[in-house]
C-alpha cells in the first residue's frame, strides 16, 4: 500500500542498508554505509543501456539498492522502524539529489517524487524488522522490471548493520 501524504509516513518501517562483507567495496563504485535509509533506486538506470554499462554498473543495475546519503548502492538491505524526522531528511536529501543529478527543476518540484520513492520502499517493509531483502532487475521491452526477495538468515552471517 503506497502512503498519500507525509502524515502516513509516521512511525513506519523503511528499508536500511547493510553491509554482509567487503565486497560492497569491491564490486560497487560508490558503495552505500551501513545503516542508510534505502530505495530501489532504479530510476538512476532508467536511460542506460546495460550493454554499454562497465562491469561495476552492471553489478549496479542488476542488483543494488540505493543508499540515500552517500547515495551508494548496497547488495542487501534491512527492514527496520525509523522515526518521521529520519524520513523528512531522507525525503529533504533525494529531492536535492534529484535537482543535483537528475535535472529537477526545483527542490519544490522533486518533494513529492522523493516521497514517492520513500513510499514504494515503506510498501516494500510487510516483513517483520531485522527481515532481509535483496533486488533483481531485468531489462525488458516495457522497461526495467525489479524483483524483490527475501533472503534467508544463513545467506548473511556476519553482516555489519
Same mark, same amino acid.
Given at each position: 500500500?503506497?502512503?498519500?501524504?507525509?502524515?502516513?509516513?509516521?512511525?513506519?518501517?523503511?528499508?536500511?542498508?547493510?553491509?554482509?562483507?567487503?565486497?560492497?567495496?569491491?564490486? @560497487?563504485? &560508490?558503495?552505500?554505509?551501513?545503516?542508510? $535509509? /534505502?530505495?530501489?533506486?532504479?530510476? !538512476?538506470?532508467?536511460?542506460?543501456?546495460? #550493454?554499454?554499462?562497465?562491469?561495476?554498473?552492471?553489478?549496479?543495475?542488476?542488483?543494488?539498492?540505493?543508499?540515500?546519503?552517500?547515495?551508494?548502492?548496497?547488495?542487501?538491505?534491512?527492514?527496520?522502524?525509523?522515526?518521521?524526522?529520519?524520513?523528512?531528511?531522507?525525503?529533504?536529501?533525494?529531492?536535492?539529489? @534529484?535537482? &543535483?543529478?537528475?535535472?529537477?527543476?526545483? $527542490? /519544490?518540484?522533486?518533494?513529492?517524487? !522523493?516521497?514517492?520513492?520513500?513510499?514504494? #520502499?515503506?510498501?516494500?517493509?510487510?516483513?517483520?524488522?531485522?527481515?532481509?531483502?535483496?533486488?533483481?532487475?531485468?531489462?525488458?521491452?516495457?522497461?526495467?522490471?525489479?524483483?524483490?526477495?527475501?533472503?534467508?538468515?544463513?545467506?548473511?552471517?556476519?553482516?555489519?548493520?
Amino acid at each position: 500500500m503506497l502512503h498519500d501524504t507525509k502524515d502516513d509516513i509516521n512511525h513506519m518501517k523503511i528499508l536500511k542498508t547493510i553491509r554482509v562483507d567487503d565486497s560492497d567495496k569491491n564490486i @560497487f563504485d &560508490q558503495p552505500a554505509e551501513p545503516g542508510e $535509509i /534505502a530505495i530501489t533506486g532504479s530510476f !538512476a538506470f532508467s536511460d542506460k543501456v546495460f #550493454s554499454e554499462l562497465d562491469r561495476k554498473g552492471k553489478i549496479a543495475y542488476q542488483s543494488a539498492w540505493l543508499g540515500i546519503g552517500s547515495f551508494g548502492n548496497s547488495t542487501f538491505v534491512e527492514v527496520q522502524e525509523v522515526e518521521e524526522s529520519d524520513l523528512d531528511q531522507a525525503q529533504q536529501k533525494l529531492a536535492v539529489y @534529484f535537482v &543535483q543529478n537528475f535535472g529537477a527543476p526545483s $527542490i /519544490a518540484d522533486a518533494l513529492p517524487v !522523493a516521497q514517492d520513492e520513500l513510499n514504494y #520502499s515503506v510498501s516494500l517493509c510487510e516483513f517483520d524488522a531485522g527481515t532481509i531483502l535483496a533486488i533483481e532487475r531485468t531489462d525488458t521491452p516495457e522497461g526495467i522490471k525489479e524483483s524483490i526477495r527475501m533472503i534467508s538468515q544463513p545467506e548473511i552471517i556476519g553482516a555489519t548493520l
